[in-house]
């Protein structure tokens, strides 16, 4: 039973548009959520989070929404640069340190 | 310096063999994980150690065990390789209380 879902396995962006990803769940105890990003062949690295608690976290060019009710987050990236290609991956923690990730979305961000 | 790390990086092997793959963090947390990450790229956990003591144990066949000698090491056994081990297994650690995980390089294992 998958907790997190991420719909789309891949998106392209023109450089300097806006990167909209999106991920759904379906645990309401959920209490963080977190976006990773991971290169090829290399372990996924820590990009932005956010409590339940909140509806929105910014950092840079990175922003990640929080919609409860809808039980949906996205990661907005704007802009979009050619080092944002890689595959972009949604977590959500349970109190007790327990993570679930979706499926992971390719951004491939065009020059 | 590295952060996470694990050994080997690749791994190629015969069905029935035994195989193991280390993990050793030295960020000083003290919780560690297993992931598993499949043909679909679905990352799901399989183990969760917190201070050498297993806290999460998803459902995954007995022929995986987990051993922790210290906070800083995590490895997995595998006895009896399938077909369907083949993937990618990430070992992470985070500190409890924490909402960021540390991953590791990944270990491609490949069962013929």
């Known amino acids: 039973d998958q907790q997190v879902k991420q719909n789309s396995p891949s998106l392209s962006v023109q450089e300097g548009r806006i990167s909209i990803l999106n991920c759904d769940y379906t645990?309401?105890?959920?209490?963080?959520f977190l976006w990773y990003k991971k290169y090829p062949a290399e372990g996924p690295t820590f990009l932005i989070s956010?409590?339940?608690?909140?509806d929105k976290n910014e950092d840079g060019r990175f922003t990640v929404f929080l919609n409860k009710s809808a039980k949906h987050l996205s990661l907005h990236i704007v802009p979009s640069q050619p080092g944002d290609s890689a595959v972009y991956f949604c977590?959500?923690?349970?109190?007790?340190?327990?993570?679930?990730f979706g499926t992971g979305t390719s951004l491939t961000v065009i020059p | 310096d590295t952060a996470v790390s694990q050994t080997p990086k690749y791994l190629v092997t015969q069905m029935g063999n035994d195989k193991s793959i280390k993990c050793e963090q030295n960020?000083?947390?003290?919780?560690m994980y297993w992931y598993k990450q499949d043909s679909k790229k679905f990352l799901k956990i399989m183990f969760s150690?917190?201070?050498?003591?297993?806290?999460i144990n998803e459902t995954v066949p007995n022929r995986f065990s987990p051993k922790s000698p210290d906070k800083a090491h995590l490895n997995l056994h595998i006895n009896s390789l399938e077909l369907g081990d083949s993937a990618v297994y990430f070992c992470?650690?985070?500190?409890?209380?924490?909402?960021?995980?540390?991953f590791g390089p990944g270990t491609r294992l490949l069962v013929l």
């Open positions: 977590a959500a923690k349970l109190t007790g340190n327990q993570f679930y």
């Open positions: 960020l000083g947390h003290d919780t």
């Open positions: 992470a650690s985070t500190q409890r209380g924490r909402q960021t995980q540390y």
């Open positions: 645990n309401s105890m959920f209490d963080y």
């Open positions: 150690y917190n201070n050498k003591e297993l806290i």
């Open positions: 956010i409590s339940s608690i909140k």
